[in-house]
């Protein structure tokens, strides 16, 4: 009997990749893995990186307004559509597994005209456009967060929580400091302002550095090109454009973590009980998911939240000076929290799918 065969999708961000990754690495070895993606997003760089076969099809933006580009787009989507069935139709899965973005929905929509089974999985509190459109094609439906099962079929949907890669859990805080040649004993901050970084966040983060690194060791994933120099030698401050392996215990050494309001990266501090300072994207460069993914945390008691349009020097180390002086009470309000299992639970539902 042959390999079973998973088509995976996703993409756009990282946030639409890496769960993808989670639950690839963890896939017993009977199936075999294929990817869908875009021809220029971020998803083809990453899973090139673990050697995955990746099919590259057309994919518009999906816009909630009106705009020139979406009639031009349309055409687009409908020729990944005709592009996607005919990969699927030679690579005959037993199952699509989709995390959203644009590009997943031509690919979701020919998986439903050949009658191959979709599973979807919705990180945010409120389901972004792809999603709201492959529902309905969708054979079973997961959600980082309980609410936002209500926008779903009840009938297919199931609350899990978001999946978090195994090793994310297992760093050492000792192999951290000493990566980061950090040896004071003041608490470490670390700020991760998302795989392309966060404009306004690495301005102020460096412009506060001389309060900053009075109070606090500071690692800074500032994102790709996003280094300056003339900050390379201030004491009780490293910055990195990214990091992978030595990510899991840079953030076991952490005290403290500033995050945008993804709700990969939030859930992820979550598991580690990290207290969190989220600066989430504003409307004018979203639809508002961050907000509300960030507000939930905030009113569960497991951070605190500055909008971007609030954020300066005050305002930073105000939070700052916040989340440390009452840390651990957001600490114990993590613990107390039953954590998920949801890459567990993907990949049970993955390889119990006949």
Known sequence: MGKKKIVFTGGGSAGHVTPNLAIIKELDKEWEIFYIGSKNGIEKELVQKINIPYYEINSGKLRRYFDFQNMTD????????????????????????????????????????????????????????????????????????????KFFPEHKTTVIGSPIRKEILSGSAARGRAFLGFHSPLPILTIMGGSLGAKKINEIIRTSLPELTSKYQIVHLCGKGNKDDQYSNVSGYRQYEYVHDELSDI???????????????????????????????????????????????????????????????????????????????????????????ALQILVKEIEDWN
């Open 74 to 149: 349309v055409f687009r989507v409908m020729k990944g559509c005709m592009e996607a069935r005919s990969i699927l139709k030679k690579l005959k899965p037993n199952l699509v597994f989709s995390k959203g973005g644009f590009v997943s929905v031509p690919v979701i929509i020919a998986a439903k005209t050949l009658r191959i089974p979709v599973f979807i999985h919705e990180s945010d509190m409120t389901p972004g456009l792809a999603n709201k459109i492959s529902q309905r094609f969708a054979t079973k439906i997961f959600t980082s967060f309980e609410e936002a099962k």
């Open 251 to 341: 953030l076991a050494a952490s005290d403290i973590v500033i995050t945008r309001g993804g709700s990969n990266a939030i859930f992820k501090f979550l598991a580690l009980n990290i207290p969190m300072l989220i600066i989430p994207l504003g409307l004018d460069q979203s639809r508002g998911d961050q907000i509300l993914n960030a507000k939930a945390f905030q009113e569960k008691g497991y951070c605190l939240m500055l909008e971007e349009e609030k954020l300066d020097r005050e305002t930073l180390v105000d939070h700052l000076d916040s989340i440390y002086k009452n840390k651990e009470k957001f600490e114990k309000n993590m613990k107390s929290t039953q954590k998920s299992s």
